[in-house]
């Protein structure tokens, strides 16, 4: 009987350590807490000045990493026609990002503008290619950045739920094809980087399950989700289950890539915001600066409580209105921004930490 009993603990103290083991490997990834700042650069390039929460001017990725930020999410455009998001410009600002002690996500858009679900228009530079040409600029693009930008988290395309680098890689219409730019894009990834992790990403809730079982032969680490209640929905629970189903499902991590709020409704500039209105906020969440806080901490804590949860990202974290008040030019975010109307950091910053 004595013996037993001596089994008996020895075998509970055996599955104790077994489970912690298994709990430190399952968690053993740093909680992604990112902020996307690709206007940044061209934001100070017009004279921008940001202040934190002292009210003392300071570089914002500085602001960022005291608040406990520790990504940043840059948007790469192949060749675009405006002065924003190019590769020298990425480059370098992913070197700064890495100097201030902030690992790198890369949104690739494989676009020269803004790529999301009904957006997919391929670079300029890949027009009268043949599929297999195009594929093998995909290829060279793709290990290119891998190389000289060295990211840590690699995004294939940005809100791909209908495909990316239209019309070979429609969804819809190519899939296939599409399938095949996704397979080479991330065998290029592992290939001169295994470490940098490569995630995907879908905008939204809403046949989210659908598209990753789409997604089953692709080679990848992260599942990315868009989550704006504007667009997807307040029901948070809604989002909490999605992403626990599609990490267990595809034994992936999983993130809410994207995520924004509004510290108020009025405006900086008159370039029309995207949220000025009442019925499209959520009814828990008064657009104020505790109202923006309260509802990007119940997005972190959501993601915590998760399965498989393993981050966030707040989108247009830096884009305040830097084009000045009269501007129609300017920023149509500026009321969801990090910073308020006089560049001062908010309270939602601290959830960060």
Request: charged fraction near 15%.
């Given at each position: 009987?004595?013996?037993g009993?001596?089994?008996?603990?020895?075998?509970?103290?055996?599955?104790t350590?077994?489970?912690?083991?298994?709990?430190?490997?399952?968690?053993?990834?740093?909680?992604?807490k990112?902020a996307?700042?690709s206007?940044?650069?061209?934001i100070?390039?017009?004279?921008?000045?940001?202040?934190?929460?002292?009210?003392?001017?300071?570089?914002?990725?500085?602001?960022?990493?005291?608040?406990?930020?520790?990504?940043?999410?840059?948007?790469?455009w192949?060749?675009?026609?405006?002065?924003?998001?190019?590769?020298?410009?990425?480059?370098?600002?992913?070197?700064?990002v890495?100097?201030?002690?902030?690992?790198?996500?890369?949104?690739?858009?494989?676009?020269?503008t803004?790529?999301d679900?009904?957006?997919?228009?391929?670079p300029?530079a890949?027009?009268?290619?043949?599929f297999?040409?195009?594929?093998?600029q995909?290829e060279?693009?793709?290990?290119?950045?891998?190389?000289?930008?060295?990211?840590?988290?690699f995004?294939?395309g940005n809100?791909?739920?209908?495909?990316?680098?239209f019309?070979?890689?429609?969804?819809?219409?190519?899939?296939?094809?599409?399938?095949?730019?996704?397979?080479?894009?991330?065998?290029?990834?592992?290939?001169?980087?295994?470490?940098t992790?490569?995630?995907?990403?879908?905008?939204?809730?809403?046949g989210?399950t659908?598209?990753?079982?789409k997604?089953?032969a692709?080679?990848?680490?992260?599942i990315?989700?868009?989550?704006?209640?504007?667009?997807?929905?307040?029901?948070i629970s809604?989002?909490?289950?999605?992403m626990?189903?599609?990490?267990?499902?595809?034994?992936?991590?999983?993130?809410?890539?994207e995520?924004?709020?509004?510290?108020?409704?009025g405006?900086?500039d008159?370039?029309?915001?995207?949220?000025g209105?009442?019925?499209?906020?959520?009814?828990s969440?008064p657009?104020?600066?505790?109202?923006?806080?309260?509802?990007f901490?119940?997005?972190?804590?959501?993601?915590?409580n998760?399965?498989n949860?393993?981050g966030f990202?707040?989108?247009?974290?830096?884009?305040?209105?830097?084009?000045?008040?009269?501007?129609?030019?300017?920023?149509?975010?500026?009321?969801?921004?990090?910073w308020?109307?006089?560049?001062k950091?908010?309270?939602?910053?601290s959830?960060?930490?």
């Amino acid at each position: 009987m004595k013996i037993g009993v001596k089994l008996l603990s020895l075998l509970s103290i055996l599955i104790t350590f077994s489970c912690s083991k298994e709990e430190a490997s399952n968690n053993n990834q740093e909680f992604i807490k990112a902020a996307d700042m690709s206007m940044l650069p061209l934001i100070e390039s017009e004279g921008s000045t940001y202040y934190n929460t002292n009210n003392i001017a300071e570089d914002a990725l500085r602001t960022l990493k005291n608040a406990g930020c520790n990504t940043i999410r840059i948007r790469l455009w192949h060749t675009p026609t405006v002065n924003q998001s190019g590769f020298n410009e990425v480059k370098t600002f992913a070197q700064r990002v890495k100097n201030n002690g902030m690992k790198v996500w890369l949104s690739v858009h494989y676009s020269d503008t803004w790529a999301d679900p009904g957006n997919q228009e391929k670079p300029n530079a890949w027009s009268g290619l043949t599929f297999n040409q195009l594929k093998t600029q995909v290829e060279n693009y793709t290990a290119t950045i891998v190389n000289e930008i060295q990211p840590d988290i690699f995004q294939i395309g940005n809100e791909i739920n209908s495909g990316f680098i239209f019309p070979e890689g429609n969804l819809a219409t190519n899939e296939t094809q599409f399938l095949s730019l996704l397979t080479n894009a991330s065998s290029v990834i592992r290939a001169n980087n295994p470490t940098t992790k490569i995630m995907l990403h879908f905008a939204g809730i809403d046949g989210s399950t659908w598209f990753f079982s789409k997604m089953s032969a692709i080679d990848y680490d992260y599942i990315g989700l868009s989550y704006y209640p504007m667009w997807h929905g307040t029901d948070i629970s809604s989002l909490q289950q999605t992403m626990t189903t599609l990490g267990q499902t595809h034994n992936k991590k999983v993130l809410v890539a994207e995520t924004s709020y509004p510290f108020t409704l009025g405006w900086n500039d008159w370039t029309n915001n995207i949220i000025g209105l009442t019925n499209q906020l959520h009814p828990s969440y008064p657009a104020s600066p505790e109202g923006q806080k309260a509802f990007f901490q119940q997005i972190k804590n959501t993601i915590k409580n998760t399965p498989n949860g393993l981050g966030f990202c707040y989108w247009v974290t830096e884009w305040i209105a830097f084009r000045g008040t009269e501007s129609t030019n300017g920023s149509s975010y500026e009321n969801q921004a990090l910073w308020d109307f006089n560049h001062k950091a908010l309270p939602a910053l601290s959830v960060f930490n």
